[in-house]
């Protein structure tokens, strides 16, 4: 393996450009790893990020759902899809359809024409609700 120092072409996850691509090592941690880098691409100057680093992806939806999960106190080994099925289970009321003008409270289930059928889980402000949707929670509008 070739000796790393300043100035010597080594390749590096660019946080612009979002890819693997060739970059010029500008300062060192230590004698084996690089600090900064500067992309070859783009110019841009950034910290040293290996490309065979084994890390974990977490996509950000997984992250926002488990976040939301743990902050209204639900289980977060439930998936979103699990949560709708029993709330539209558990209420057996039609649905109303979804417009920005109606008022809606706790409990009702909408259709809406984009994201489907959906539950109102809490009312955010005096014109915002949370909806469980199959894929989903989302913040509509109401009571406009």
Known sequence: MAELSVGKEVLSQCSKCKLTLAHIIVTMKDTK?????????CKATHAFKDPGASKTKTSVNKV???AKAARS???????VGELWTKAINKNAAQA???SIKDSFL????????????????KLIDN??????FQDDYRTLM???
């Open 33 to 41: 790893n690089p600090d900064k880098v500067q992309c070859k691409t």
């Open 64 to 66: 926002i759902k488990t």
């Open 73 to 79: 106190g639900r289980k977060s080994t439930e998936t």
């Open 96 to 98: 109303k359809s979804y």
């Open 106 to 121: 706790t409990g009702d289930i909408i259709d809406h024409p984009t994201f489907g059928q959906g539950v109102v889980e």
């Open 127 to 132: 014109n915002k609700i949370e909806v469980l």
């Open 142 to 144: 109401h009571k406009k």
